[in-house]
């Protein structure tokens, strides 16, 4: 069925219909790209100190020929990173992939329970841990097939005399660093040594090989791996690179990324996109300390911040951010979940820029959807479709819907995944036969071919840009030998945009509200843990049983 392109008429001016998928075979070639135009740029800056792009390119080089040399993997193997945003981020990032390996990002706050699950499903050989995270890890090790570890302190990379201040302060001072022990593991710093005496082989890597698994919940509750390749990577930067090139200048750039860069949104938006333009990444490590942020922010002048709704609102709400000098500010751009227009209208009256929504699913690489750069205010929706992805509405049936009807909103073009790692079913359910990727999300589009979300088909909660797949929530709390059933639910919440509440019915009397929380703190990440508990004798049900989770919400 031919597809009508309305949006196309009103794409900004310079901005093309489609991009040039194949201008790079690869990540490691738009990096490679970089190096020689950009040797001397920033590239990546964290607590004050920075890398250039030259030392981006030995030091990745380095950590590839460890990963070859020294430990002999093979193409394809998987590497997890467990790093907040810090300079290790990067360089293993990009070491890794020049490796032709697959990076298996993994959230640092993870339990013990979430971790096993990635490590063991992914079959990652390698983890490289954050020493503050590194007990996790020492935790699940004997159940993986993990073969070796390499650790790394925050400070590590933040030269003298500040990085052994930085270690000496989280480990004895703010006690951030607990005691472990893991048999054979190697400091990152060593195995960069180690590689450097080692010369990095010509690695053919092919647009169509795994670059990252990238974990998103399914609607079945179990994180399943995303295989998103070069080439759904390579043409998402350049889709969004056309997209946002209208504003951006090659070499001039400076973008805060606090987003965590294990993140789909950060990892493309901030790491893929401004390396194309030789812009400076400034890695904010902890986005949760707003006054240290927002000081940081006033050292740092800057010209690009993404975020979810949640992060900006808790910048307008520091004092001293209506301080900051705005004026190099070109771009901020919103997404991960949506961007409410208060916070839309208060970012424009203090800093004097649009804030821009955008839509994406890890699925997609993220970007699918992004407002015009020029637009005016805020206006409500997820944008149009972005250069080479066409985008529709589907009903029930599967037929796709006109202009102003509400049906599932079903993205196609180059950003798409390969599917889901060793889940063929699932990856049938989400990709039709006509290659549609299906995202579960209610929309309309209207005449100009704007889109907007309307709800989510999924029961899925959106806690600050985060999916939380209400099974997993349930089948942890439903651990307890206290609960008899148990519901999980999204309530819209004014700092996170939703949060996690349960509905409890009890087998034990006795059970309490912070049983439940010291439970659900020990066996899931910090924005997955319900912030309402709720107790009840029983649960609506339909005539077959199934919990009635829409009931509970409204």
């Known amino acids: 069925m031919s597809i009508e392109r309305p949006w196309l008429a009103h794409y900004p001016e310079g901005v093309p219909a489609q991009i040039d998928v194949d201008e790079f075979p690869s990540i490691p070639s738009v990096l490679e790209s970089a190096i020689r135009t950009y040797r001397d740029r920033p590239a990546f800056s964290n607590m004050g100190k920075a890398i250039t792009y030259g030392e981006l390119d030995t030091l990745s080089s380095h950590f590839a020929a460890y990963l070859l040399g020294e430990l002999g993997l093979k193409k394809g193997d998987r590497v997890a990173i467990m790093l907040p945003n810090c300079l290790q981020h990067p360089v293993a ?149 056309a997209w946002i090139g209208t504003v951006i200048r090659y070499g001039e750039e400076t973008i805060i990324t606090a987003l965590p860069l294990y993140h789909i949104f950060a990892l493309t938006a901030n790491n893929l996109v401004f390396m194309k333009f030789g812009g400076k990444n400034v890695l904010i490590t902890n986005p949760r300390d707003m006054p240290g942020f927002v000081k940081e922010l006033k050292r740092q002048p800057f010209t690009a911040i993404t975020g979810v709704n949640t992060l900006f609102n808790g910048l307008l709400n520091t004092p001293g951010f209506d301080e900051i000098d705005f004026s190099p500010l070109r771009m901020t751009l919103g997404g991960g979940m949506a961007v409410q227009r208060a916070v839309a209208d208060r970012w424009q009256k203090v800093t004097g820029v649009t804030l821009v929504e955008a839509y994406g699913l890890t699925e997609t690489s993220p970007a699918a959807c992004i407002n015009p750069m020029d637009l005016v205010e805020y206006n409500g929706a997820i944008g149009l479709p972005i250069p080479s992805t066409d985008a529709c509405i589907k009903d029930e049936s599967g037929r796709m819907v006109g202009a102003g009807e509400v049906g599932e909103l079903c993205i196609k073009g180059p950003q798409v995944m390969k599917g889901y790692w060793q889940r063929p079913e699932e990856t049938a359910k989400a990709i039709d036969a006509d290659g549609w990727l299906h995202t579960g999300d209610m929309a309309r589009m209207d005449e100009q071919g704007f889109f907007y979300i309307v709800d989510r088909k999924k029961d899925m909660i959106l806690v600050s840009g985060f999916n939380v797949y209400p099974n997993e929530i349930e089948d942890v709390i439903a651990m307890m030998p206290g609960v008899l059933e148990v519901a999980a639910v999204g309530v819209p919440d004014e700092k996170a945009g939703e949060a996690v509440k349960v509905v409890i019915v009890k087998k034990d009397p006795g059970l309490t509200e912070d049983m439940v929380k010291a439970h659900a703190r020990e066996n899931l990440t910090g924005y997955k843990q319900p912030k309402i508990i709720e107790f009840r004798d029983e649960l609506p049900k339909t005539n077959v049983g199934k919990i009635l989770r829409r009931e509970l919400r409204d």
């Open 93 to 241: 990032t990009f070491g890794i992939l020049r490796a032709g390996l697959t990076v298996v990002n993994t959230n640092p706050m993870y339990t013990a329970r979430e971790l096993k699950h990635q490590l063991v499903d992914s079959g990652t050989s390698v983890v490289l841990v954050l020493d503050n995270f590194g007990d996790v890890v020492e935790k699940v090790l004997a159940d993986t097939q993990v073969r070796k570890v390499i650790t790394t302190g925050l400070g590590d990379m933040l030269g003298f005399p500040k990085g052994p201040v930085v270690n000496f302060v989280l480990k004895h001072l703010k006690k951030m660093v607990p005691e472990y022990h893991i048999d054979g593991a190697i400091r990152f710093r060593d195995a960069l040594s180690a590689g450097s005496k080692h010369k990095l082989p010509s690695v053919n890597i092919n647009p169509e090989d795994t670059a990252f698994l990238q974990y998103t919940g399914g609607t079945t509750g179990v994180a399943k791996g995303a295989m998103l390749t070069h080439r759904n990577l390579v043409a998402n930067m350049q889709q969004a690179a």
